[in-house]
């Protein structure tokens, strides 16, 4: 379940549909790409290719 209260903003990722990598991956592909910090407590979305899955990255 993922409380909304507390949060500061919400990124699509666009153009990364790799489902398979690990949190790692996806913390590099955030800084990259979007030029945020991932510890700010915002929440980052990334959508599978065919738009069946949906991940939701926030950390704390």
């Known amino acids: 379940?993922?409380?909304v209260t507390g949060l500061n903003h919400?990124?699509?990722v666009r153009d990364f549909?790799?489902?398979r990598c690990k949190h790692s991956?996806?913390?590099?592909v955030i800084r990259e790409r979007l030029h945020r910090e991932?510890?700010?407590g915002d929440v980052f979305i990334?959508?599978?290719?065919?738009?069946?899955?949906v991940?939701?990255?926030?950390f704390d």
């Open 10 to 12: 919400f990124y699509y």
């Open 38 to 40: 991932p510890n700010d």
């Open 17 to 19: 549909t790799d489902m």
């Open 1 to 3: 379940m993922l409380s």
């Open 46 to 53: 990334v959508m599978s290719r065919n738009r069946r899955i």
């Open 25 to 28: 991956r996806v913390l590099s």
């Open 55 to 58: 991940r939701m990255f926030s």
